[in-house]
């Protein structure tokens, strides 16, 4: 096997080739229309004035994070930590600067030749950030497995990885989710509800800061959020193989190898799910995407039986491989239904009787979401430990996310057709321009709901492996280290651990509703203050906004972040290790629930609110609307902000705590 381990970070340079490949094919579309490239200028230079800023914390932080680690793990364990930490950061760059110059060109492609063009450009666009988390994860991974990792002595070094792309992953999704709700629910509530003007009007000071919002938070913050889940599934599975000295399922080397190997595969399967959507763009959005996604995760499952054998592992490491890649596309599908399907319809009608009932309609709706996708994930633990033990949680989880680079591909797509469809608005490029970039942005918001499904499935499944990993670890240590419901200790730990995503989710909603409240005083200033914007004769100061917006969110994620990364030590070196087992356990429960019912309700309120608008219960303008738009409003942080902080808020813990786990 050891003759294989250059092919991860081999695979990860061809990915990123690739990624690099399709962002000049993007480039070379030209944009005629002067107008719409001066919009989409501002929204480039928006999104890339946040990131400089926020990345100039994350460096700080980071530093200090890193110098910690190397006073009490080592200078191996902070190398890592710096390579996991700059592949996300450099993932979510490269990714969201294409994004950021494909939405307008998507635009100009609706304009000139239609629905098939644009969703091409769209989803190429999407497919830099799919292709650039994927390589990135094998580049950074591959090349410190290949230095350090196949020695179980020093396997535990690329654990750092792990804790520093999960650093970055935290802030990049709290930071970008409160940036882009606070915008949004700005923009909405002074342009849609109180000056009655339509979504995405150029008079309206929030729309830039809006459209910048989607970027930050569903591309650079959705692709940082996806990375570290990718990322901790290998790192668990190599953590739990290396305690396997003797093993009936293979040999130790190659079952500590398996992950990357698996990785690489769904690399190759992913790159082929993009060109088929490309290939059948022709068609129904919808049935491209699908069956690119669908596609890719057949073949990885059929190619992954080959890579098995052929390392002579055990054909129960397969099984379980399969009950992670279906577990990932029921709950995804799942997901769909609960925030495309009946249960919209149900939500748009209660607006009949007001604001009061969508409310209540779509938290039961997000409630109920719950259940079939947490059965799912049961159903995976159970048959995946039935086949190959602890080792197959993590080979399951690996299975889920390998196809990482199409599944991302279609998630980012969503932020793109959201902004191409801005872009038309404020242009002036006229209905038909706008009825396909708002049939593509329709799809996209289904798609951004399956991610997040996706994302928190994968989410939960990565850290259980993690905290099996870290049991693993503690066992190896202590060999009568067991996690007992019986034991106060635990108990104790595992209260802790529940109430910590209450608390989170309250300090990221809060902070939202705080943002949103100064932007919302700043865009009424402006529009009683700017004399003949109203009347379209001046331009707002869409650059204020943005500054707002920006200074809002990187002084409230530094609270999540340090509370997630600083209760993990807290709780092992002052309560001791049993706690902090107990605390990981009730964690990943609170997470998971509250994660899965605010993304879902949040979805399903937003489109809910466009089934309105297309007509239906009175269309635009009516109570039924007005109620729609208030349970889009409060959605917003749930879906975008709260609930995806969630996936990454157990992550960062089970990382930290299994990085902490030899000086416990």
């Known amino acids: 096997m050891t003759e294989l381990h250059y092919l991860p970070p081999l695979f990860g340079l061809v990915g990123l080739i690739l990624a690099f490949v399709i962002y000049a094919l993007i480039k070379r579309i030209p944009v005629t229309n002067k107008t719409i490239d001066v919009i989409a200028d501002r929204i480039h230079l928006g999104a890339m004035v946040f990131m400089h800023r926020e990345y100039k914390m994350l460096f700080i932080f980071s530093l200090v994070l890193g110098i910690f680690l190397y006073f009490s793990l080592g200078a191996n364990t902070t190398l890592a930590f710096a390579v996991g930490a700059i592949s996300s950061a450099a993932a979510g760059y490269i990714g969201m600067f294409t994004a950021t110059k494909a939405n307008v060109r998507t635009t100009q492609a609706a304009h000139d030749k239609g629905a098939a063009s644009a969703l091409s450009v769209a989803f ?161 959005p919808e049935v491209a995407l699908r069956a690119g ?30 009950a992670g890649a279906v577990g990932g596309i029921i709950i995804g599908l799942v997901t769909e239904y609960y925030t495309a399907g009946a249960p919209i319809r149900k939500i748009a009608k209660s607006g009949e009787t007001g604001p009061a009932t969508v409310m209540i309609t779509g938290l039961s709706v997000g409630m109920q979401s719950v259940v079939i996708p947490v059965l799912t994930l049961c159903a995976i633990i159970y048959i995946s430990t039935s086949l190959s033990g602890l080792y197959g949680v993590g080979i399951a989880a690996v299975g889920m996310l390998a196809t990482v680079g199409i599944t991302m591909a279609i998630d980012a797509y969503g932020p793109v057709a959201d902004n191409a469809g801005g872009i038309a608005e404020m242009g002036g490029l006229g209905k038909e321009t706008r009825e396909i970039t708002d049939s593509l942005d329709e799809l996209g918001n289904t798609t951004a709901a399956i991610g997040k499904g996706f994302a928190i499935g994968a989410a939960a499944l990565a850290a259980l492996a993690i905290i099996a990993a870290f049991v693993e670890t503690m066992t190896v240590k202590y060999p009568n280290f067991t996690l007992h419901l019986g034991d106060p200790m635990v108990l104790t730990g595992l209260f802790i651990g529940g109430v910590l995503p209450f608390l989170i989710a309250s300090i990221t909603m809060t902070a939202v509703g705080d943002a949103a409240f100064e932007m919302i005083q700043e865009i009424r200033r402006q529009f009683k203050e700017i004399t003949g914007l109203m009347e379209g004769t001046a331009e707002p100061d869409t650059a204020r906004c943005v500054d707002i917006a920006t200074k809002a969110a990187l002084k409230k994620m530094i609270l999540p972040g340090v509370l997630a990364v600083a209760v993990p030590p807290l709780v092992g070196f002052v309560i001791g290790p049993h706690a902090l087992g107990g605390m990981l356990g009730g964690a990943l429960l609170g997470c998971v629930l509250l994660a899965l019912m605010m993304a879902n309700s949040g979805g399903a309120w937003d489109n809910a609110k466009k089934y309105v608008e297309k007509g239906n219960f009175g269309g635009k303008g009516s109570d039924v609307h007005a109620a729609a738009v208030v349970g889009d409003t409060v959605g917003d942080p749930f879906k975008d902000t709260s609930g995806p902080s969630m996936n990454i808020l157990i992550n960062v813990m089970a990382i930290v705590s299994l990085v902490i786990a030899p000086l416990l």
């Open 293 to 322: 996604t669908i596609g890719a995760a057949v073949l990885f499952v059929i190619a992954a039986w080959f890579v098995i054998q052929q390392a002579g592992i055990h054909a129960n490491v397969w099984w379980s491989v399969v």
């Open 124 to 284: 190429m666009g999407g497919s830099v950030m799919g292709l650039c988390v994927a390589a990135m994860g094998l580049l950074g991974l591959g090349m410190l497995y290949w230095y350090f990792g196949d020695d179980p002595a020093t396997a535990h070094v690329i654990h750092g990885f792990g804790m520093g792309a999960s650093s970055v992953a935290l802030f990049s999704r709290v930071g970008g989710g409160i940036f882009t709700k606070s915008a949004d629910v700005g923009a909405d509530l002074v342009g849609k509800i109180e000056a009655g003007i339509p979504e995405d009007d150029p008079r309206n000071p929030g729309v830039i800061a809006d459209n910048v919002g989607d970027n930050v938070g569903d591309v650079a913050g959705m692709g940082s959020d996806i990375f570290e889940s990718y990322c901790g599934s290998m790192i668990a599975t190599i953590a739990i193989a290396s305690t396997l000295v003797m093993s009936d399922l293979g040999s130790r080397e190659t079952l500590m190898f398996l992950p990357l190997g698996l990785a690489s595969t769904g690399l190759i399967c992913s790159v082929l799910g993009i060109l088929l959507v490309n290939l059948m763009s022709s068609n129904k």
